[in-house]
RNA sequence: CCAGUCGGCCGGACGGCUGCUGGCCCCGCCGCCCGCAAGGGUAAAGCUGGGCUGGAGGAAAGUCCGGGCUCCAAGGAAGCACGGUGGCGGCUAACGGCCGCCGGGGGCAACCCCAGGGAAAGUGCCACAGAAAGCAAACCGCUCUCAGCGCGCAAGCGUCGCGAGCAAGGGUGAAAGGGUGCGGUAAGAGCGCACCGCGCGCCUGGCAACAGGCGUGGCAAGGUAAACCCCACCGGGAGCAAGACCAAAUAGGGGUGGCCAGGCAUGAUCGGUUCGCCGCUCGAUGCCAGGUUGGUUUCCUGACCCGCCACCCGGGUUGGUUGCACGAGGCGUUGCGCGAGCGGCGUCCCAGAUGAAUGGCCGUCGCGGAGGCAACUCCAGACAGAACCCGGCUUACAGGCCGACUGGUAAA
């Protein structure tokens, strides 16, 4: 199944919002969908390399590993109806994959369950 | 072999697991058609599974020139302004590109470099130094006449001053008004001569830039045009987020019409006719129906605003399709040309994303460096990512390959 993407900037501003972890390679941030019949949607992911962080190769090489990561790890993982969006690092470009993968796993394991200790927000996406 | 010059090329290879994207195809489901049925057919979009195949660069970069294409503007033009180009000839769709040649400069040479039109059209500028930087001028000087003084028997010599002549030497400068030499002179000076340079004229060669020769002038004409300027040539503007099309839903905009006065029957006119009738138009008679919609204003007719309905038009947003992958195309071969290139023939179809695919991980080998006799071990692997397309330029780049030529050295 090919990885369901966020493409609006809006849809990235409103993932900013929610949890977020940092690991070594890339800063992990997370939402529930809006509508509570989205609840069961396949998880989405969004992508953020920085100029910053070097040219278009170097680039394009980052996103490609952060998402042949995302590709392993989704399934067992992310969860449904959820948004997700990766920040990367420049350690993004040189850390072994393997570990690579271990600081994603990390990190997806710290945003669920860093979620209910933040400051209270509803429990599902409402509209209020 | 060493040193060097020029041109061309490559930019790791193979494999495994697992993905993305374009194209083509197959099986099945759903749909539609045929059929009593079994089954068959079809296929725009979609879903599931599967197969084959294509998928980053020499610079994809900087966005500096030139084109194609699209829209806009306009008179298919010309001019002004502004910008660009600048030896000559050629190539090209075009260029500020390329090729060949000319001129100047550099190198022993191969070869390299040049913004290389005009300074007797005009204007400006030429710092500092220097007497003087454009019109010729004279600081130290050089020469001569005369007068004074000193020395000397005298010829004369020295010195100072006035006047006249000169620009060789010194000095300043990036540059001081042709250079070198000889003659000449009081000293000098193109004043004269020779050679070189320069200007003008003619001749020869060349398409031309230009070169060579002859004659002549007698030096008159400094530099700067990436200073203004003059001359010649070129350029309309904006760009694929150009532009074209489709579909939704919501809110809103514009226009037109309506929110009533007519309808039916009989009759007549004209046209058609399958002679049954049908259609058009007209007024007469009869029958049926009716007096409008919120606000403002007005005595009323009416006017204005708003509302409702129908149709049409245009714009915005979102999504999709197209533009958008057959082209000044690649490869091979051949003819012409010194060459840039041009032509013929054969053959191939070769990325098309859009929060943006072309990947992720691993192994083996090869290349380069270091260590080691070796097996081997450890490092390193550049510059850099298509976005409408093409021709150039410029800039970046680890490492490597090929060819031609030059100067040495050695051997034959």
Sequence with gaps: MPLETLKKRAEFLRVRGGARWSSPSATLETRMRQHPDQALAVPRF????????????????????????????????????????????PLALSRPYDELKKDLEVAFHRVHHARPAKRPRPPTGTTR
Excluded: P, Q
């Excluded at 590993?65 to 990766?86: F, P, S, T």
């Design 46 to 89: 969004g992508f953020t390399v920085t100029k910053k962080l070097g040219g278009a190769v170097d680039r394009n090489r980052i996103r490609r590993r952060l998402k042949a990561a995302v590709m392993e790890l989704a399934a067992e993982h992310a969860r449904l109806g959820h948004d997700y969006v990766l920040i990367a690092k």
